[in-house]
């Protein structure tokens, strides 16, 4: 079975862009969640949804960040515009309810904002 | 919210062992581990419940002490494999809730 996939793998652009991380969480999994990952704060939650609703979304750095699940099988993590400190990898996870709560990661987005 | 790992950093050599730990100052309802290698995703090692259920694989150990919100994942006869940072996610209410991780203790297997 595929895992999480995320696109782009590598995303550089230039500060003011707008940004688009994509997500496609594995095939009948009921939660996905959206983490960022720095040097400086480790694995940050930003946000999670259940049955592609947003539960959370406190972690979410500012109203420069959303996130939309419009159906079960993908979410889009949008940066507009972008800012330079917002370079990090973003990583997309998804888990099964009814599993042992383990969280599948997908590879994760490099994002450079020059 | 976000649980305290230690150690930060440890260097070990084929063969030894190695603890860390994961404490946090909230009630807990599962502490879950997972290594992460460079460049790479965080990978699921374990996951420790309240009420002591225990799930994971690998030469790898946990335990989960509810009354001090502490977990020690232990690490014996380490291998070169196991080199790579570990992080400890804690969620404070029941499965669904929010998977907040620590900073990351980095593990280092010199042969």
């Known amino acids: 079975d595929a895992g999480v996939i995320q696109s782009p793998r590598h995303e550089v652009t230039e500060m003011g862009q707008e940004v688009t991380l994509r997500c496609k969480p594995i095939s009948g999994h009921d939660y996905l969640f959206w983490y960022r990952q720095t040097m400086m704060r480790g694995l940050e939650l930003l946000i999670y949804?259940?049955?592609?609703?947003?539960?959370?979304d406190s972690g979410m750095p500012e109203d420069r960040f959303s996130a939309k699940m419009p159906n079960a099988s993908f979410s889009t993590l949008k940066i507009q515009p972008s800012e330079p400190r917002d370079s990090a990898v973003y990583f997309c996870?998804?888990?099964?309810?009814?599993?042992?709560?383990?969280?599948?990661f997908g590879e994760g987005s490099r994002l450079t904002v020059l | 919210q976000q649980p305290v790992q230690s150690p930060q950093a440890v260097i070990l050599r084929e063969g030894e062992d190695a603890v860390i730990n994961c404490s946090s100052s909230k009630a807990l309802y599962s502490v879950h581990w997972y290594r992460q290698k460079h460049g790479e995703a965080p990978v699921f090692l374990m996951i420790?419940?309240?009420?002591?259920e225990q799930k994971g694989h690998e030469k790898i150990s946990a335990s989960f002490n509810e009354k001090k919100q502490q977990s020690s994942l232990y690490l014996t006869a380490s291998q070169l494999s196991y080199s790579g940072t570990y992080f400890c996610?804690?969620?404070?209410?029941?499965?669904?809730?929010?998977?907040?991780f620590g900073a990351g203790t980095i593990l280092r297997v010199k042969s």
């Open positions: 996610g804690t969620a404070l209410m029941e499965y669904g809730n929010k998977l907040v």
């Open positions: 996870a998804s888990s099964h309810l009814r599993g042992t709560g383990e969280l599948f």
């Open positions: 949804f259940n049955n592609n609703v947003p539960i959370d």
């Open positions: 420790l419940l309240k009420g002591g």
